[in-house]
């Protein structure tokens, strides 16, 4: 064999390019790991939100489920007010409170109303005119869980 014939290789040769590609590989591997772990946080976030809204959506939905019903009974609210302006008997009086507490566990109740109140679109439903309410009430108004079931129907005094 001759001096020319052999041929030293190094045995670190590739191996440092070896270990920087495997080094960059584990970056990369980590960087991508560490996005797809917030990645899954995030949606699991928006999920738990998701789900507390919807929570709060059913809630409020089965807070107002009664409305329609409550509505109709407004109606004889009306009557028996109507004719307890009159002379009324023991029996209306114990049917009125009793309709009443029936509103009352439901959370339905009269918005308060009185002469010289300023007119509020939100509670009142003008009947004539406009400004400041000049006659208690024509018709009862009534909230439920403090939102608007029926406006009171008020007289109010023109403001010109």
């Not at 080094?23 to 946080?41: D, H, M, S, T």
Request: glycine share 6%.
């Amino acid at each position: 064999m001759r001096k020319d014939d052999v041929e030293f290789v190094d045995e670190d040769d590739g191996k440092d390019e070896k270990l920087k590609k495997v080094k960059e590989e584990l970056n990369r591997c980590r960087k991508e790991r560490e996005e797809y772990l917030a990645g899954w946080q995030r949606a699991k976030a928006d999920f738990i939100n998701a789900r507390k809204d919807e929570e709060k959506a059913r809630i409020e939905f089965v807070k107002f489920t009664e409305t329609g019903l409550l509505r109709e009974l407004l109606r004889i609210a009306d009557s028996f007010d109507e004719a307890l302006k009159g002379e009324h008997t023991e029996g209306m009086a114990r049917v009125e409170k009793q309709l009443l507490s029936l509103f009352q566990e439901h959370n339905v109740a009269a918005i308060a109303v009185k002469e010289g109140d300023i007119f509020d679109p939100q509670f009142h439903e003008a009947i004539e005119g406009e400004g400041s309410i000049i006659e208690n009430v024509i018709q009862k108004g009534y909230l439920i869980h403090d939102r608007v079931l029926r406006p009171a129907r008020v007289k109010v005094r023109n403001s010109l």
